[in-house]
């Protein structure tokens, strides 16, 4: 009996090394991404969820199994290359906002504290809900374009950040005199949440319009939340605004106490004297017209461009301001991460 049991382990061992063999044989390695079949050498790869191949750059290849548009190199060097390249398109699209910012001189973004838009008005209205879920509540759903606002919603606002500060999202076919794109305020029932508006007929240009637009309103709001402020306008001693009185510590007081507080009007009927005043210190000449207008302008710009390296010009220190939160630092390395879809296709040729 003792010797049953032996000869069955060793067939065991057997049957188990042939099937270990057999599958090592078998198995083409060389089509998985990241093995050479020549040299046995790995690969270093990098992946990014894509909806089509046509999300793909010219230097990646599409992995329809996985939806993924992807790209090999066998060197951090080579991989940093890459890199690099996508980092430039994000300069030339910074670049592309300064011109799409100067267009939009003169034409209001940011209604204060009220909401515009009639209620028949409306294409489409949604409310956020926990984990950044948009629930449709009225309208009509079905149009791409709208589809695409949301999604780019949810790409800049972190999904913690949207389950707190925004309560619905309006699309609507034009505001006013069709020359905003958007706007935000606070939510009239509540005023711990915001809405976004987003005007429909604004966006001809492409998908970009969106983005800036979305980064610029979102600023709005990562600035002038509660967290930001109280609602108390009594012997306010830091810098007050329409939603109330900002905490010392506030992004838009501390942007305000280093780059305004004595050497701009940040309530000028005449904004354009401050650009006049000194030009390098604004990123936009859009962004002269208050603080606030000032810091959502420089936060675009942060989270589009590189770091500065040259500080000696203010306009470049309100962009590395930011840099000295590490919340906004990994905010902005989100943003970045999820905006690579659109640049992808911009690196095409």
Known sequence: MKNMKIIFAVL??????????????????????????????MYIIYETPVESEDDCSRLEKYDEQNSVCYFECQTEKECEEIGKKIDEEFENLSGEYDAFSELQFNKAHHFEGEDVIDAQTILAEYRVEKNENFVFIQGKKEDEKQQKVIKW??????????????????????????QTLAYVHPNDKNLAKWNIVVAMDSFHDGEQEVIFTLIHEFSHILTLNHSQLT????????????????NNSAYLNTFYQKFWKGKFDEWAENYEENYVKDPNAFVTEYASVNPGED????????????????????????????????????????????????VRKRVRN
């Not at 790409?155 to 699309?171: A, G, R, T």
């Not at 500080?311 to 970045?336: G, H």
């Open 12 to 41: 065991g061992v057997v049957i188990l090394g042939i099937f270990v063999i057999s599958v090592y044989v078998f198995t083409d390695f060389s089509e998985n991404p990241g093995y050479d079949a020549d040299d046995n050498d």
């Open 153 to 178: 919603i949810k790409f800049i606002s972190p999904d913690d950040f949207s389950d707190k500060y925004i309560e619905n999202v309006k699309l609507v076919e034009t505001i006013e005199d069709g």
């Open 231 to 246: 609602e108390e306008f009594t012997d306010c001693k830091t810098f007050e605004v329409q939603e109330g009185c900002l």
């Open 295 to 342: 810091i959502a302008e420089s936060f675009a710009r942060f989270v589009l461009k590189n770091k500065p390296t040259d500080t000696s010009m203010i306009k470049n220190q309100k962009i590395a301001f930011f840099y000295d939160y590490p919340e906004l630092v990994k905010m902005r390395n989100d943003m970045r991460d999820n905006l690579k879809n659109f």
